[in-house]
């Protein structure tokens, strides 16, 4: 029995997500008398996805087989060069409710992330993974962060490494003007909004330029 994995059922105008006990067991419902879809994954196993037909009564069994391994690498974007240092998430988001909150609506529910820190040789591993239905938010220091998607619908390669690529940082700089007369904003706050919120602050010089650190 697989304790802790999940259990998604999907058709047309419904998603619910359950998750497993410890005998492994899982209740989804109500439900639609036919539902399209039933996909399972646990952490250590690769995804699976059937078309299924919940019974009213009895269980449906669900198997898993193991998920092979990741292994990638970390460059710049440019001179292809590995990069020593960074941290690699690999994230599944499901669109589902939870089975037993029937007051929420589908919400995003990330499943089981998992994290790898990337070696001085720009070398990254997962012990395991899904095959699919993953994507990857890739950083490092001196550049910009990223999210690859590649493999969200599509199966990676079952050999082989995964070569990541990152755009080194460029330094923003620039002129705050005044709309009216165009004349320097001397003085001008100015601040560098990301996704996750303010990286830099700069205060515009006598001539309403400013740089960022990025």
Same mark, same amino acid.
């Given at each position: 029995?697989?304790?802790?994995?999940?259990?998604?059922?999907?058709?047309? %105008?419904?998603?619910?997500? /359950?998750?497993?006990? *410890?005998?492994?067991?899982?209740?989804?419902?109500?439900?639609?008398?036919? $539902?399209?879809?039933?996909?399972?994954?646990?952490?250590?196993?690769?995804? /699976? =996805?059937?078309?299924?037909?919940?019974?009213?009564?009895?269980? =449906?069994?669900?198997?898993?087989?193991?998920?092979?391994?990741?292994?990638?690498?970390?460059?710049?974007?440019?001179?292809?060069?590995?990069?020593?240092? !960074?941290?690699?998430?690999?994230?599944?988001? $499901?669109? +589902?409710?939870?089975? !037993?909150?029937? /007051?929420?609506?589908?919400?995003?529910?990330? $499943?089981?992330?998992?994290?790898?820190?990337?070696?001085?040789?720009?070398?990254?591993?997962?012990?395991?993974?899904?095959?699919?239905?993953?994507?990857?938010?890739?950083?490092?220091?001196?550049?910009?962060? %990223?999210?690859?998607?590649?493999?969200?619908?599509? $199966?990676?390669? +079952? *050999?082989?490494?995964?070569?990541?690529?990152?755009? +080194?940082?460029?330094? @923003?700089?620039?002129?705050?003007? @005044?709309?009216?007369?165009?004349?320097?904003?001397?003085?001008?706050?100015?601040? !560098?909004? +990301? =996704?996750?919120?303010?990286? /830099?602050?700069?205060?515009?010089? %006598?001539? !309403?330029?400013? *740089? =960022?650190?990025?």
């Amino acid at each position: 029995p697989l304790a802790d994995g999940w259990v998604l059922a999907l058709s047309d %105008d419904y998603s619910q997500l /359950a998750r497993t006990a *410890e005998d492994g067991s899982f209740q989804i419902g109500p439900v639609p008398e036919l $539902v399209s879809l039933v996909g399972r994954y646990a952490t250590g196993y690769d995804i /699976a =996805l059937t078309n299924d037909v919940l019974p009213a009564e009895g269980k =449906l069994p669900l198997e898993l087989s193991p998920g092979p391994p990741v292994n990638g690498v970390l460059v710049d974007a440019d001179t292809k060069q590995p990069l020593p240092a !960074g941290e690699i998430k690999l994230l599944m988001d $499901v669109t +589902a409710q939870m089975t !037993g909150n029937g /007051a929420q609506l589908p919400d995003h529910v990330i $499943v089981d992330p998992q994290v790898a820190q990337v070696d001085s040789s720009g070398r990254f591993q997962f012990p395991s993974a899904p095959s699919r239905g993953f994507w990857i938010e890739a950083s490092s220091p001196g550049y910009v962060p %990223d999210r690859i998607d590649t493999w969200k619908d599509q $199966v990676r390669p +079952a *050999e082989g490494e995964l070569t990541i690529e990152l755009d +080194a940082v460029e330094p @923003i700089a620039g002129r705050a003007m @005044i709309g009216d007369s165009h004349d320097p904003a001397v003085g001008a706050a100015i601040a !560098g909004l +990301a =996704l996750h919120g303010e990286f /830099a602050k700069a205060t515009t010089n %006598d001539d !309403g330029d400013f *740089e =960022l650190d990025p």
